[in-house]
């Protein structure tokens, strides 16, 4: 069966892979995007994607080029699953090439994606109606087992996705519940930017455990070895800050232990008992290094905008500013200037209400920019 939706994956790592097979498999025409050629010569000689897990076949795909304009000729929805620190090259290029009526999905946003890519839009004068909209997190775990082959670990049963503007998202849910049913639709922007829990999770652990990932080079098992009561309270702390800011933003943002109880049935007194309680968490071993996702996106990409938005909300994130601290050192990198702020979003003068006049109601017509 093919349908007449047309998808173009902009990404061909782990996730952008086992997204584009598993739509292709699902009978929809699939085109694949990559910025360097050499990630997806294999896929383009092979003409698609050997799919395992979850679901299993071999995958057709349509057109494969690192030509983006190419890549998303005629498509309607275009999926980004790139490291949110891409997000700013994807839009950049995408800008010039865009066709009225597509929607744009970040796999997923981090904390600040669609705002981002909706300023960059904006500064380029781009014409073309477009909605954005971001997932708050990605719908697979999905490793690529060998040339243009990949393997979907797991489906995740639900993924908030939200639009910018909010009155767009039902538009945008309806659109890709046909393909991928998982998709539910979340209030707006900020809650699935705020609702962001591996910004409490990947860089502080990373951070707290630099030596033993370096000595070891990953040989632990990262969460529940690397979680200790005392780590914990750190953690817990980072949440209490990211929680907080969104309630200045009028988001009410779950907190990192009651999404482990909704996420995996996870009980606990606090949130290291419930991190011990995860039986999902165990055997996931510590990255091999300190330059690791973990640190390079979720710090400027997540940390340094809540950071941002407290700073401009006068709600103090000292525990996180000091994690930025401590990975802009152990990097040698200048995270605070890297990251996503409230003015590189163009956020810079806007009150509370302002910003969520812009999240909810927008018209498209400022949105399209």
Do not use: C
Not at 9 to 37: D, E, I, P
Not at 197 to 209: D, Y
Not at 314 to 337: C, F, K, Q, V
């Amino acid at each position: 069966m093919t349908t007449n939706v047309t998808y173009t994956v902009l990404g061909a790592g782990h996730g952008g892979q086992a997204l584009a097979g598993y739509l292709a498999l699902k009978g929809y025409n699939v085109n694949l995007f990559n910025r360097t050629y050499e990630r997806i010569n294999s896929v383009r000689m092979m003409g698609g994607i050997q799919v395992e897990g979850e679901i299993q076949g071999f995958a057709q795909l349509g057109i494969v080029t690192d030509n983006i304009a190419e890549a998303i000729k005629g498509a309607q929805i275009l999926m980004v699953v790139v490291p949110a620190y891409g997000h700013r090259y994807m839009a950049e290029n995408l800008g010039p090439v865009l066709e009225d009526g597509q929607i744009i999905v970040l796999n997923p946003g981090r904390t600040g994606g669609a705002l981002e890519v909706r300023q960059i839009l904006k500064e380029q004068e781009i014409k073309a109606r477009v909605i954005i909209a971001e997932a708050q997190t990605f719908i697979f775990a999905s490793r690529i087992t060998g040339p243009a082959q990949v393997k979907i670990f797991r489906v995740k049963n639900s993924i908030p996705v939200a639009a910018l503007p909010a009155y767009k998202t039902v538009e945008v849910v309806q659109a890709l519940r046909k393909a991928l049913p998982q998709f539910l639709p979340e209030d707006n922007i900020l809650k699935t930017s705020f609702n962001n829990i591996g910004a409490v999770f990947h860089p502080t652990l990373t951070i707290l455990n630099a030596a033993r990932i370096e000595s070891t080079h990953g040989g632990f098992d990262y969460y529940i070895e690397g979680i200790t009561p005392a780590t914990s309270l750190i953690l817990a702390e980072v949440d209490k800050e990211r929680v907080k800011v969104a309630e200045g933003l009028g988001i009410r943002a779950i907190t990192a232990r009651d999404w482990l109880y909704s996420a995996y049935d996870a009980h606990g007194r606090n949130l290291y008992e419930a991190i011990q309680n995860n039986s999902g968490y165990r055997g996931i071993q510590a990255p091999s290094t300190i330059y690791t996702r973990y640190i390079i996106e979720d710090v400027p990409m997540s940390l340094v905008p809540i950071s941002s938005f407290g700073k401009m909300l006068g709600i103090p994130t000292p525990t996180i500013d000091n994690m930025i601290h401590l990975a802009s050192l152990l990097h040698e990198r200048d995270y605070w200037r890297e990251g996503r702020t409230v003015e590189k979003l163009g956020l810079a003068n806007l009150s509370v209400k302002e910003i969520r006049e812009l999240v909810v109601m927008e018209e498209a017509k400022e949105v399209q920019v």
